[in-house]
């Protein structure tokens, strides 16, 4: 029992590791959705802030495109001198400045035009510096003047990387080039501010993507990303949200637990959105990694926002509850699998109990419902030699097909239409007829007593007794109250019991009933001469001569002293007679032991089944008498 | 009499160390006309070297204009200062520890400037009518001086004659003629021309004047340790010097007092602009 306990404990303990590790992932899960709709959300803001930037840069670009000033300007510009390039430089910027300062206001830090091949036409942050090419790094420009199409996205550049809304200058099929909005990411984090007040925001980038173009004394102008040395963050003395970031505690906190979460590294090195859900000291935090692609499609870095996050608080407690609870279901699905145990356990005492008491049973027990088997005892398999049931079913399919078919004994012939089975038939049977012969494994042929007890709706409880023994004593001492006791010849006992029904049985077999009467002559004189002992040897080797001389059927009785009857079946009275000479010559041509020679006389006749038999015995023994004096070893019918 | 020298040797041995320690944490002041993301971004190689070499910390001390660099140095807030040379003069005459001790050199190599005064090419300069200038500071060589120097020399006009405004730098007062608010602007000519790719125009410059120079504060720094910020600064290649970029692109090399001294002028520079 103790192994049973220790494996329930086992299992439930088992069970109750695969609930919590389910709970535990099912909790990283429930966390990671809720900390990706934080993500989602600085997603849609971000986008939505962008989308505001390019209505604002789409506005803005047909306003230059409207600007008749502006497009002569242009168009001119495309074929002037370097001379008179410089000096329409000039006009554009005095021309579009005031838009310029406009947009500013608007958080969009930069306005540039490039010419049709690609170079800087005018810078508005930084006007006298133009004329650089920006067809190999900025590949918004290539694009744009190559598509004429306009394209938008996250750009890295010589300088700074920023949100560049590039628009072509197509004008009457003739392209001037290209104008660009571009705003850096303090303006996008100044709204993303106001759309997410409690969440504090700043952007990482790859540091391989920015040293790729950028000027190499600009490099200096980047530091390495507090997150990991292959991210890196503006300078904080250039960038105001650095300078921010850095002096706040808040996110230098969640800075260092976030580098402490699980595959921290790994997530940002995979370059996809990610979020890490933080608890710690019972108060949840979030940061979120929102990755940012740039106009060639590759990430290049992420927009990171630190805010607070009670829910997820929440939700751990909840789960935690869930952990607990579950807790307590297992140690109550343990006890109840203890008083299960034991339970089992004392039925299978008990069961165990009553097996043993039936296998001990000298009879055979089964538990059938006449088809199938449920149950047999050790008796049963020892008898037919079986180990089990399953063994025993592989030859058999019911007991009863081992019951031998013999007069006396039930068996599957008497088994009537109207009845279901043997064990109903035998059921209808009175109980004295209830025997049954069966082989055993040692080829002995046994008799049973079979009892049926109902056990339940469908089955019965059989019990099979033995009764071999008591049979053979019964059917012993029948032959004794039947039989001579000094020549094992039928008796009168016999002849009175059964004289009836012999006559009967010949007359259904359209036959008729001899009788032959006969005894030894001078029977007195062997007893007188050789003694009793002779004399009744006489007897016995009469009697064998005869049994060895009349049919299976024929029946020998000794009537009384030496005189014998047989009671045969004939059609006529020469049958008779010709039955009787035979055996009276046979006893006449004996020899026997010291007297040599003996003989009988025979009286026969045919008995009319009408007449009493009594009457022909009489007759029998008068021709019997009329032998005796016609000179003996005579037969007289 | 032994023991007397014994001491002043020991004396000398622990002053000699304790100016050697010099300080670690420098305050700089670099030039009030750019912005401080600019000046930080300028600044940042030049710093980053002398912090690593001379274990030192700088601390950038971003000023409005001169007038507060000038009294930064007095109260000793500013160790070393990124100075024109009229701002420096102008401190010469008023704090006696202001010493410059290397002079940066321009993209043509020379560690001299010249002052101009620039106009946009369509915009026509009638000498007979007023007109408005703009400037960059006060205390700024091409600002009032040099524009009222080169107007009365080059065109006999006096500046005082004329609408006059502070734009804060050299840029900005070029970009506002560009805009149009101003006709004339005046500045440093290095800058001057690079706005020649935007239509302006050089109307006049001056004569070669003394570059821009790192001006340090002899009364918070010890002589051991300038000597050791100028040595520093010195030993870097020209070639180095352009790696790192910034404002010491072209090098710069060992500053001359002796520059200064035609600018031992009496002036009187107004505070203000005359446009309201």
Known sequence: ?637 | MIKKMVLVVFSLFFTTTLIANGKKNINFAPLPTKSSVQNTKEFLPVNRYLEKKLSLKIHYIHKKDYRDILDGFKNGTIDIAYLGPLPFVSLKKEYKYAQPIVTFKQSNGLAKYRCVIAKFKDDKFDKTKQFKVALTQPLSTCGYLMTNILLKSKFNLELENQKYNYTMSHTNALLSVLKGEYLLAGAKKSIAKKHESLGMEIIAQSELLPGFSLVVNTKTLSKEQIKQIQNSLLSVSSKEYKQWGGITVNGLEKANIDDYNSLHVDFKIPQKGNIR
Not at chain 1, 43 to 49: G, P, Q, S, T
Not at chain 1, 485 to 499: C, H, P, S, W
Not at chain 1, 544 to 571: M, Q, T, Y
Not at chain 1, 599 to 605: A, D, M, R
């Open chain 1, 1 to 637: 029992m103790k192994k049973r306990f220790l494996l329930a404990f086992f299992i439930v303990f088992f069970i109750s590791v695969i609930i919590y590790k389910y709970m535990e992932v099912s909790k990283e899960v429930a966390i990671e959705n809720l900390a990706n709709k934080t993500l989602e959300t600085v997603k849609v803001a971000n986008e939505a802030i962008l989308d505001t930037y390019m209505v604002v840069a789409q506005k803005s670009f047909l306003d230059i495109m409207k600007n008749k000033e502006a497009m002569k300007i242009l168009e001119e510009f495309k074929y002037a001198s370097q001379e008179r390039k410089n000096l329409l430089r000039g006009r554009l910027y005095r021309l579009l400045y005031t838009n310029y300062e406009l947009l500013q206001k608007l958080s969009i830090r930069q306005l540039h035009f490039h010419t049709y091949d690609g170079k800087s036409l005018l810078r508005f942050d930084l006007p006298y510096k133009n004329g650089d090419s920006l067809i190999d790094f900025r590949t918004s420009v290539k694009m744009v003047n190559t598509n004429f199409k306009a394209v938008a996205g996250f750009e890295g550049g010589r300088n700074y990387f920023g949100y560049r809304y590039v628009f072509p200058m197509i004008n009457q099929y003739d392209n001037l080039g290209s104008v660009e909005f571009s705003i850096n990411f303090e303006g996008v984090e100044k709204k993303l501010q106001n759309i997410l007040p409690f969440h504090t925001h700043m952007i990482i980038f790859e540091k391989k993507v920015v040293y790729k173009h950028i000027f190499e004394k600009k490099k200096n102008l980047f530091l390495d990303s507090s997150f990991s040395n292959k991210y890196c963050v503006e300078n904080y003395e250039i960038s105001k949200i650095t300078k921010k970031v850095k002096d706040n505690k808040f996110v230098n906190k969640l800075i260092k637990l976030s580098k402490d979460s699980i595959d921290f590294n790994k997530k940002l090195c995979n370059k996809k959105s990610f979020t890490i859900p933080i608890i710690k000291d019972n108060k949840g935090y979030i940061v979120t990694f929102l990755s940012i692609k740039n106009t060639d499609k590759n990430e290049i870095g992420y927009i990171v926002s630190f805010g607070e996050f009670q829910d997820v608080v929440e939700l751990k407690n909840r789960y935690n509850n869930f952990i607990f609870i579950g807790f307590l279901v297992a140690i109550f699905v343990y006890i109840l699998m203890a008083i299960v145990i034991v339970q089992v356990e004392k039925i299978k005492t008990e069961s165990s109990k009553l097996k043993k008491f039936i296998d001990i049973q000298n009879s055979i027990v089964i538990l059938t419902d006449g088809e199938d088997f449920q149950f047999a005892n050790k008796k049963f398999f020892d008898f037919f030699g079986y180990k089990d049931l399953k063994e025993f079913l592989k030859d058999h399919h019911c007991i009863c097909e081992e019951f031998i078919n013999i007069d006396g004994f039930f068996s599957l012939k008497d088994v009537k239409a109207n009845e279901d089975n043997w064990i109903e038939s035998l059921l209808n049977l009175s109980g004295r007829k209830r025997i049954i012969s069966m082989v055993a494994e040692n080829s002995m042929t046994y008799a049973f007593s079979v009892s049926i007890n109902k056990y339940d709706e469908k089955n019965y409880v059989v019990n099979f007794t033995d009764i071999s023994d008591t049979l053979k004593e019964k059917l012993h001492l029948q032959e004794q109250v039947i039989r001579d006791q000094l020549t094992k010849a039928y008796n009168r006992v016999y002849f009175d019991k059964n004289i009836n029904s012999l006559i009967e049985f010949h007359t259904n077999n359209e036959q008729r009933t001899g009788i032959i009467f006969f005894d030894i002559d001078h029977f007195k004189d062997v007893n007188d001469t050789y003694g009793h002992q002779v004399g009744d040897n006489v007897l016995k080797t009469i009697v064998n001569i005869v049994k060895s001389n009349i049919r299976s059927g024929d029946k020998l009785i000794r009537w009384g002293g030496e005189e014998f009857i047989i009671i045969l079946s004939a059609d006529k009275i020469d049958d008779i007679y010709r039955r009787a000479e035979h055996i009276r010559v046979k006893i006449e041509h004996h020899k026997f032991h010291k007297i040599e020679q003996l003989t009988c006389s025979f009286g026969i006749v045919l008995h009319d089944s009408k007449d009493d038999v009594y009457e022909s015995i009489k007759n029998a023994d008068e021709n019997l008498y009329k032998a005796k004096n016609s000179g003996r070893n005579k037969v007289i019918l």
